[in-house]
């Protein structure tokens, strides 16, 4: 039977319904899916991303950088580098170290394995200031413009120059060209606000006025403050130090001079410093008021210390620190200084006994130290009293160099123990001049205490026919060999030797004078100075029988 025409509509119609149905059923079901597979994609994606991640990555070109509520405040220009803090499983977005940044991983270059650039801040510190970004600006690098900062962020700034200001962000530093729309949003807070300015008028090897200095003598001055942690900075980090642009690190000193010449040259090459001229196109200029350089001070009147020739050597550390220092006259400085000679100390009062003239109890020792201290006195390293015996440097007149000869009863940790803690609690300075068979070295070290030779084992009188010391009776290459064994235990250190029982002869000096040793010590009783023979140089030996008033005599 032939079906009617509103029939086979009907049939058609439903037909079409059912058709739509099954599509609608088939686009839900491949949208699910597809859902499904990109969500399955996207997670293997992280994840591989994750698992090839390194400590630095890369980013691709155009990234975005996010800040914590992953609202976008940079896009890159370029490629650029950077260190993430943590590496979390799956996570869409990784911290930058030491900010407050987010990347996307979609941003991130597989297979990286990159190190971060990073700033010298070897003797920098940031200006602890920050700045606004009022309107979009480029941060430039290596002079290409790199990232794209958007307006309202807020950015630590680490210094600045009269064209650009530098700053620290994704721990990288950037440059941007200076604009009267970007402000500083807090002041400076550094404390930092001084740096020493030392002026040396002339520096030559043939001196003739007051004012100039040894080329020698200017070498012991910079290793004096190198060895007290100061470092040099160059006349451009002054500048710019003055002006506010930078901070610079505590224990900053500026050397100048008045004239560039081959001395000042072999100075600056053999320490790797700058001492330059300050000339009239500068844009500083100083006055000699011998005290530190303020950052705020005029330009044109800057404050410096300048040493003459009579400066003594305490005084560069004064100076260094920015102490207003009064300069130094001839008639304060040290012509000639007491050298005073002990050897053994015990204590009685603890049952300990020694019966020899040069055993010295440690209470009169005691005395000693603290007459020195209480009236100014300074006792000296043996380097301090060997430069000074060579012309190099110059010391105050009350000065003494105190020695101590052999090594044996009170003066090591562990025959007795009286002289390393006296002189630690008095915080003085002498020199022990060891018999380097007797010991350990370890025995006797303390930063109040200067270890030099006083032979390796030759320290006899009996085995010499006419009573005098091994040294002086034995042949040339005897004391010689003995001498480079001492010198091995004190890991080469021929500063200065003392001649057993105070006798030599002209060879113990050719080998002292051949093995390189620049002071010897003998006894005498007469003060040091500068026209005695540097291998005879003499000495106040002190008997147990002494008197503080004796020994305040020898001083004075």
Known sequence: MEMDKKEIKKIKLKNKKLTLVLLIILLLTLTGSGYIAYTIYQNKMIESIHNNLKTTIKTKKNSKIYDSNKKEIATTKDSISLELSSIKKKAKYYKIKNTDFYINYKDIKNNTNLKTEKKDNS????????IKIKSKVDLIKNNKKTITLLKGITVSLDSIDDNYYYINFLNQIFKIKKDKSIKQINKNNNNNNSVSVIHYD????????????????????????KNNNYYFITKDDYIKFVKGYINLKENAILLTTSEENEFVKSIENQYKISIPVIKENDSISFITTNKKSERNEDLKK?????PTKYTVIDDYLKMAKGEEITPTNKEDIATDIPVVNYHFFFDSSLGEKCNESICLEASKFEEHLKWITENNYKALTINEFTDWKEGLIELPKHSVLLTIDDGGIGTSKINGNKLIPLLEKYKQHATLFFITAWGELSDYQSPYLDVQSHSFDLHYEARCPDGRGMVACSDY???KEDLEKSLKILSGDNTSFCFPFYSYDKESLQALKDLNFRIAFIGGNRRAN???????ITRFPILDDITLDEFVSIIK
């Open 123 to 130: 003797i920098y510190e940031s200006l602890q200031t920050k």
């Open 202 to 225: 002339k520096i030559n090897n043939t001196c003739q006025d007051d004012n100039c200095l040894l080329t020698e003598s200017v070498k012991r001055h910079i290793e004096l403050l």
């Open 302 to 306: 800057l404050n410096r210390y300048q």
């Open 477 to 479: 290459k005897t004391v």
């Open 530 to 536: 500068r026209n005695q023979n540097n291998y005879l």
